[in-house]
């Protein structure tokens, strides 16, 4: 049986498609040319060699489902497929920085990158990779270049008003799915970003240069740039998005293990369990949700366990993600989630980009001291998060934190407790409707309990 | 309707729509960035030319 995916559609060159549970690219006949190019020019292997761009086997073409195919290649797969606004500043900065590297590439061989989507770019052994083979063409003498202006919307527009105005501006990403309009970045942005040449004109003069031509009848065939000219533009991109660093920040997590209420006998004590328990669930595929930055995950993922770590604050996945760099860690990816509001189907019919609960989903999930805060900070009832694990995971390795853990005193500080069902009785009553308690222990030098479930 | 296929003309070549404005941008960005780079491989020739007419 034949899946087409639905966010591979818009390039007429070939189209991406799932059999038996493997992933497949069809290439199509009018991108013969260009394929061969790419696979002959050196470009690919290059691009193999740097970690560039996702690698693939050519497989016998029979079993594609159209007639235009020239060649049906079988690509690596990737398991957790992440978008631009999952991901933290320096994820999106290295992801443009990758994609200006591979047209550098390109162009010394040639070829020329066709289109530029952010999309296009996942995180693989935790670094960026181009994973759209057929986002290559044969460069023509003279042609700017055609990825210009969705370079700017998808990756530069979001790192400066990031790092200009307000970390949670990627956020926009979620509602243009083609990349931040100019104007609207322009619009946003302070007025002393004016006197920075790159952003001046590659956001400010760019949007009104947009704006001045947008009805009107132009030649543009007769606007033409040497490859000396394209070179200098990709070199000062580049550069431009180099020099982009974000403030230092202080958000409500970023400092959570120094501010944290734990003796180090609890907090070592804890990881022993979750170590533990990891080892009991036998899991191969994780989600941490409320991962901060990744002290925990990294129980899992340093044992090669392929690991998602979400968190809902964006200093403290910069913070994680910046450690994965540091010590290239291969099986942990940091991503930015709102748990209470996490990321929706998107894009043409709602089929283009998946919803948080349509992507691959792990055998266990962790959920560390998150329980108060979903219970009490979103007033979620115990039944709608019992259920909500149940739904995307098998092994739940659960920590509940009772009323008067200090955490939970603080959140009560300025509201009202209108809580009569957080208790441990009533946490155990519900989550007891969808899993069976496999172990239960309490975490030494703290009130917290630490529970491994399994679905039944 | 022809000027119209005239602006779309790299469109017809490319599957992306470039943007006419996004094109005459990214000319004059690139002229501008690809003198300066050319000043700054000669500059040193340029310094010396200048200070041999002295």
New interface residues.
Partial sequence: MIDLDKGSF????GFVFYKDGQIYRQVNESYKDNYELLMSSGLYDELIKEGLLIPHTEVDSKSSCSNECYKLIKPEMVNFISYPYEWCFSQIKDAALATVRIQKLALARGMSL??SSAYNIQFVNGKPTMIDTLSF?KYEEG????????F?RHFYAPLVLMAYKDIRLNQLLRCYIDGIPLDLASSMLPGSTKFNFSIM??IH??AK??????D??????K?T??K??????I??LESAVNKLKLDKVNTEWGDYYNATNYSDDAFNHKKQLVESFLQTAGSRYIWDLGANTGVFSRLASDKGIETIAFDIDPIAVEKNYLHCKQNQEKSILPILMDLTNPSPSLGWSNEERMSFKGRKLPDTVLALALIHHLAISNNLPFSKIAKFFSEICSSLIIEFVPKGDSQVNKLLATREDIFDQYHQEGFEKEFSKYYTIQQREKIQGSDRTLYLLKRK | MDKLFDILNYSAISYLDPGTGSLIIQLAIATFVAGGAFIKIKWSAIKKYFSKNK
């Fill in positions: 818009r390039d007429p060159s066709k289109d063409e042609k700017p270049w055609v990825a210009y202006g969705q700017c004109a590659n003069l760019h240069t947009q704006a001045n031509y947008s009107k009848a132009v030649d543009v065939k606007y740039m040497s000396m000219q394209l070179s200098a533009l070199d000062s």
